[in-house]
């Protein structure tokens, strides 16, 4: 079977460069156009990053850096099977309906995340919102839009998806402790802001998380033409900590009934995740990892579990504050399931669905 | 009028240094004997601390550092006015009771802060508790130990104290990101601990935040012979990340009637403290400062405001999840108001008060 | 008598904030007016870094804060007895001698440092420089532009210039590390770039302290009209740490005759700097600090020594390669002396000169 | 055929874990036994590490899991065919030479570098010097003890060996900024000591620096007793940053005879290393990787190259203080080819000579 043929837009940014690395031999999908700011364009990829522009620790895929990059605006879609976006939002308000009036586009922008026909795709919590798409018609696209979520949002998602499944879920509060990666890196976070520092603002993330994580968790089928949010009440405290990758959550949950701590522990050691995510390239062995040492997880320890696709959860205990109340803490790999590969994640539900 | 003569415990390590800080130049007491581990007894001050065993930016003052250390044991407490201890709890069950028989002790242990006839003493939140130490003279104690709370429920409890005052207070919960300070530094905290990672468990601490924080808004009055907790629920997650000093905290608070985040701010930037410490030496120009700005506190730019002994707070928003709800998040320096000089500010309360 | 009357350009930006600082209380100038790009023109100062732009722990000072920004462009300097400049080099190639047609212009941009007929002025080491601005009325100036070095020059010119009094010096070999308050903050080094690693390259930075170093520690006399660099050859390895502030370097030198480790720390510790500098408000008690403990000096601990005007040197040793060869550690404060304060400091020197 | 049996002593420490993991999987050699501190003796090694006591990201390997750790004092070494040593220098000198009587033992533990019977082998370098613990058997030896360099030596010594080939050497300064993974972790380096900080000195570290790289490039021949060092004059000054893993370090040389930048960089890029080392099952692609990009080498990106057996060498220039100088900075992974991997390399150079 030939590979479908992807083009990348925002292809330089650290985030771009995630999804190289993340295509990088990828089994369905084949990275064959690149493109980025205008001010780039005729540049061979690999020449455009040679002089300290790329930040990933292997090296620039050889068939990736001999590309030569386009200008996006210049970029014909219908020459390719499906999209990858990794513009700001601004660009992608802009660049990502343009591409999906012909193919499908996988996104890490937050554009069009809160649309009515857009589905906020995390494959082993909602891979069944993937049909929500086709509502996009109405826009005239022959393609779609299909962004993930913010990344603060999706360990803390993919923890609750078993919680809700067993317990119910009637309210969260979180508080993160993120990664610098998450902002990428032109300016990204300044080094000033956070050595020997927290920072405890970062701007629209808590109410980003509070809607997202009720859209993720809420309920489509189709025919319906939005997601019915959860219901459940959340709380969210966003702070940026020392940590290159790997977003740290704290967690209290109020479950819809009494449940003891084993009961939830084997909710989450024995979640399959949604049965469309089963069997996809990128689905790890478990999308929630349950450690038992008292210290962790731990971000620099515990992130590239399963190649930095699945949640780790600790420290699991009772909370004595909520109705049905327990805590843990997590932590999700912001860049991998939290990002590019979350997103080449959903293009692989897309096609297992026929959807691509 | 004479200074008071204070002999101090644990004098080398990291909070005993504190103590010579905190002690330098002071209105009312005057630093005259150093005790430390008998393997450094007989030296100089000055000289056990020569070769890189002085941490602070500050010199050691010359009056100290001529000082000899002294065995601890080889202390004729009677020969002083007050003693302050920064021996860890083990060290202190032993040495506290020992030098209270004859003076007032002024702990930052937490050996002694359970015990019925013990008040944990936060002297702008209960300074009123003092008299309990009375009790300890069914000890055989003429003078008492009085230990100050953990550095982490110190900045919990000064922004609860007004909320509980003027609205009540249900519950709280809090998340902790706590600085390396507050370990110590032999050994401490390592290096591969906590750079780019985050710690999600230190030992015991987060059932002394819940204890303790009852403990301290309790109540209590003459003639009682312990301290009547607060009823409110607790519940704590703490965590260290890569901050020198000073604790930052979110907490989400349940308060016991509706009331505005206008309200709430006014509570805090209103609260004068307990009436017996509002003009001791060490009392700051305000306890609490209120921030407007969207990102503060930040524990590097905040957790020196009024020499440490102020908690900065911020980020006030209301909570969607608890009754009552608001957030915010606090920085408060774990080892200045937390540590070494809250126990000195203890001790101004005790000679205010007559106890000294 | 009446202060005189400062502008400050640049004054939004870290550097800009640093010499708010330096000249707050300053007994012989005061601070009047600031500007800034025009997109923050007529804001006040306060108002304008509200939002998260002040970076210091000390309050904007209040008199600062209410002064309104101007356009740099439409400051007449003829209402100003001198300017302080914090602004980027090719900003400053416009805006300086713009200034300087009318005022002394003390500046911290290195446009100018390189020019024959303007000293490179770090008034311990070469006070007696400052007389080669007059050879700038040549440029049509009433005032004169009196750049300082570069951050990393500056603590080790100090250190050479005693050993190029006493024993001459015919090499230098220098690895800085630097910390990141030396590349600003806007966007300054991304903290994805220094944590947990080192970066071993800062764009220019090599070539600057080879040049300046020369240029500082060379000779100059009434009615050159340049000045004379020093022979020593200079070779800078320059890299950045995960530092907020404080360079520290480690350094080799190569003596122009043989002296004993005793005389080399002599040099040091007698050392007083020239006459010219000795008595300005901004004299610390000792230009060099020299440190006995094994393992000092050390950035966080030894920075602010002197309110960051002394450079603090530890380590020396006999260095085994070079002639003569002695070796040792220094630490010197990148933005006090090595930038606004070092500023402020030459406009004290001209001001006892009577050249302002 | 069968793999070697090999024992391993501190076996639970930072360096014994990442032995474990060295020889997890190796086709030569079986880790069948673990020994440590007689506390944990009679533990398995998966229990004794379960409570946060295991530092790697991988899992312990499920074969050594299960291992019961012995007390080091009542193993058999006559059970083995090699033993790997990670103790401390102290415990070193009593273990090794007892095991030594019956087979040999690889050790990272400075406790036998220097005697005159033992060579200091970093097999790309000086493989042929391994003929030299022969001369061990006049101990009374079996076996022998086969130490491997300070870590700071080793990437040091790998980029000199082709100078010293191609252009002889006369002298090396080099400045290190060492990781704190070198230290261990009980207690390692204070999370205190480097956070916003630079230690500026690592005791006896410089000394091993200088007399191993000159024993390292030194002389041995089949017969003689002990290694000629080599006559260059090495100064090295060590600083401590706060680096995960992976020593960075700046090297200025003074070569034997005058060379272009160009014929410096071939003499890198074409270095095959010593014939001896060419294909043993862990030597990587190439010793030394030449990085072209201006900012490069950087610890994070650039440690792991070739599974951290690589030195990496960028930013070569001419250095104007030295005769015929150049300079250049290295990155070198402490705790793979600087410790674990690095001695079970010079056991599979024992193996492939036959001395094993």
Redesign the interface.
């Given at each position: 079977m030939a590979k479908l043929r992807a083009v990348l837009f925002g292809a330089t940014g650290?985030a771009g460069q995630q999804f190289v690395s993340a295509l990088s031999a990828h089994p369905w999908f084949e990275l064959v156009a690149v493109a980025a700011s205008p001010r780039n364009a005729g540049r061979r990829y690999g020449e455009a990053l040679?002089?300290?522009g790329w930040?990933l620790?292997e090296a620039i895929p050889a068939a990736v850096a001999s590309l030569v990059l386009a200008d996006p605006l210049s970029v014909d879609p219908s020459g390719f099977d499906l999209a990858f976006s990794a513009v700001e939002a601004d660009v992608a308000r802009e660049l990502e309906p343009r591409a999906a009036r012909a193919i499908p586009v996988f996104s890490t922008a937050s554009a069009f995340r809160y649309e009515k026909d857009v589905p906020l795709l995390l494959p082993p919590v909602n891979g069944g919102h993937l049909g929500l798409v086709r509502a996009q018609a109405a826009r005239g696209f022959a393609g779609y839009v299909a962004p993930i979520p913010n990344c603060t949002t999706t360990g803390l998602a993919v923890s609750l998806a078993p919680l809700v499944e067993r317990f119910g879920v009637q309210?969260?509060?979180v508080?993160s402790?993120q990664a610098?990666?998450g902002a990428g890196?032109?300016?990204?976070?300044?080094?000033?802001?956070?050595?020997?520092?927290?920072?405890?603002?970062i701007a629209k993330e808590e109410g980003k998380v509070?809607v997202e994580t009720r859209k993720i968790l809420g309920t489509w089928a189709p025919g319906r033409t939005e997601v019915q949010p959860h219901a459940m009440?959340?709380?969210a405290?966003c702070?940026r900590?020392?940590?290159?990758e790997g977003h740290?959550e704290?967690v209290?949950v109020?479950l819809g009934r009494p449940a003891s701590l084993d009961e939830v522990a084997a909710a989450f050691g024995e979640w399959k995740g949604d049965a469309t995510a089963r069997d996809l390239p990128s689905t790890p062995p478990r999308w929630i990892e349950v450690l038992?040492?008292?210290?962790?997880?731990?971000?620099?320890?515990d992130r590239?579990t399963h190649g930095g696709m699945a949640t780790s959860v600790?420290?699991l205990r009772e909370?004595?504050?909520?109705a049905n109340?327990v805590?843990f803490?997590l932590v999700s790999h912001n860049t991998k399931l939290g990002a590019a590969k979350g997103a080449v994640l959903v293009a692989e539900l897309a096609k297992a669905q026929g959807l691509l």
């Open positions: 650290l040679a002089e300290g930040f620790t309210a969260v509060l508080t402790l610098v990666s890196r032109s300016p990204g976070v300044p080094a000033l802001d956070v050595l020997d520092n927290v920072l405890p603002f509070e009440r959340v709380s405290t702070t900590v020392a940590v290159l740290t704290t209290s109020s038992q040492a008292p210290d962790r997880p731990q971000p620099r320890l590239e600790g420290r909370d004595a504050v909520l109340g805590k803490v």
